[in-house]
């Protein structure tokens, strides 16, 4: 992977976008989406227990066991929101150890392309080499990213409607709603609204008008 020429900094926050090669579909089906799921889960921390391929072999009580012991170990990120979309992701991410966005991003990318590689019998690279990172530097620039990532499956036009947007299964948006945070860390952007309901209005509230413009990805995406 070709060098960063700008350092990610320890207790800062970043934008994190990549995409597959070409543009290519990097998720397909239920089952790789879920598969992507357990790998953010599971490589945010900076020493898993055992490797993901173990862990899927142990029982349920196994792995619950072993969940346990993760969410009490040391991050190398918190994740404060994310959104999977059918040809690329993006992460709302906090460093918190030195290097830690880098080897979560390549612990992620790299698991997940060899499962998708045996799933679909292919060779190679999935995702571009190097992805990218915006710097978050204020409050408001916090909050209009959280909208931007949530908004993607309706700006890309994956769902439909609002109602399918705030059940898209593969984003933090559902949890923010319901406060199921199961490996999420949503109270910095929660933190600025008074409820849950004030945050569903401010994000829905620019759905329509950024599916058209995709107003501020100037702010995002180089």
Same mark, same amino acid.
């Given at each position: 992977m070709p060098g960063r020429k700008t350092p990610l900094v320890t207790d800062e926050?970043?934008?994190?976008?990549?995409?597959?090669i070409n543009r290519q579909p990097t998720f397909t089906t239920k089952k790789e989406y879920q598969?992507?799921? !357990?790998? =953010? &889960?599971?490589? +945010?921390?900076?020493?898993?227990?055992?490797? #993901? @391929? +173990?862990?899927?072999? @142990?029982d349920k009580e196994r792995q619950a066991e072993i969940l346990k012991m993760m969410d009490q170990? /040391? &991050?190398l990120v918190e994740i404060l929101c994310f959104c999977l979309m059918p040809n690329h992701f993006?992460? !709302?991410?906090? *460093? +918190? &150890?030195?290097?830690?966005? @880098? +080897?979560? =991003?390549? $612990?992620f990318q790299n698991s997940y392309t060899r499962y998708f590689n045996t799933l679909n019998e292919r060779d190679g690279s999935l995702f571009l080499d190097q992805f990218k990172a915006k710097r978050i530097e204020t409050d /408001?620039? #916090?909050?209009?990213?959280s909208r931007y990532i949530h908004? $993607?499956?309706?700006?890309g036009f994956a769902v439909k409607s609002f109602k399918e947007l705030e059940k898209y299964p593969w984003s933090s948006f559902p949890s923010y709603l319901t406060g199921d945070n199961s490996?999420? /860390?949503p109270d910095l952007v929660l933190g600025t609204f008074k409820g849950v309901g004030d945050y569903r209005e401010f994000v829905l509230d620019q759905a $329509?008008? *950024?599916r058209e413009l995709k107003f501020i990805e100037h702010l995002l995406l180089e």
């Open positions: 926050i970043y934008h994190v976008y990549n995409r597959g598969r992507a799921m !357990l790998a =953010l &889960k599971f490589y +945010k921390v900076a020493n898993p227990p055992v490797r #993901l @391929s +173990k862990f899927l072999e @142990s170990g /040391e &991050k993006h992460f !709302l991410l906090k *460093q +918190k &150890k030195e290097g830690g966005i @880098s +080897k979560f =991003l390549g $612990n /408001e620039q #916090l909050i209009h990213v908004l $993607n499956p309706y700006t490996f999420i /860390e $329509n008008y *950024q």
